[in-house]
């Protein structure tokens, strides 16, 4: 699973946020982290943790100034991962999710999106979709836009003509 992840994580942060200067590199990150560091463990581990995504933020919080670009940053990545729990429905797996309040011991559940299968299919095309729709509503249609994006991580609303309206 990758487009689902970030195209549903970046869609969401887009629709509440609508902030210009927001770090979307550092929110595809979060979004992709708890998988990816998972995986190596065998099944949906600590990042598949609520209180994972919690520490993040506090971490994030304690380190960095109120009001820095810093700060602002890295509070992508907590909210990258708190949105991977949303989206990977990793709340069905109470053990886990709750861990280590619901005790210390982890389940042995493996990764949601390994578990889902085919179902995988549809939901990558969706996020699929998404990604090009953030995309093209937002000019990153060419080399030189893409280049830019990938350099600030940022979504500027600078919309591409063919689209139309967002």
Known sequence: MFFWF???????VWFVFRDDRFDYRVLVLGALLPDLVD????GARML?????????LAAVMFATSRGTDTR?????????????LVFDGAFA?????????????????PLPSIE???????????????????????????????REFVRSGRLVHRPDPRVGPC
Do not use: K, Q, Y
């Open 6 to 12: 970030v195209g549903t994580a970046c869609a969401t």
């Open 39 to 42: 995986v190596a463990w065998g």
């Open 72 to 84: 602002r940053r890295w509070l992508a990545l907590p909210i990258g991962m708190f949105l991977h």
């Open 116 to 146: 889902r299968g085919l179902l995988n299919l549809p939901l990558e095309i969706v996020g699929l979709v998404l990604v090009v729709w953030l995309a093209r509503s937002h000019g990153i249609v060419g080399r030189s836009a893409m």
């Open 93 to 109: 797996d109470a053990v886990t999710f709750w861990w280590p309040v619901s005790g210390l011991s982890l389940s042995d559940a």
């Open 48 to 56: 598949h943790s609520v209180t994972a995504s919690t520490v993040v």
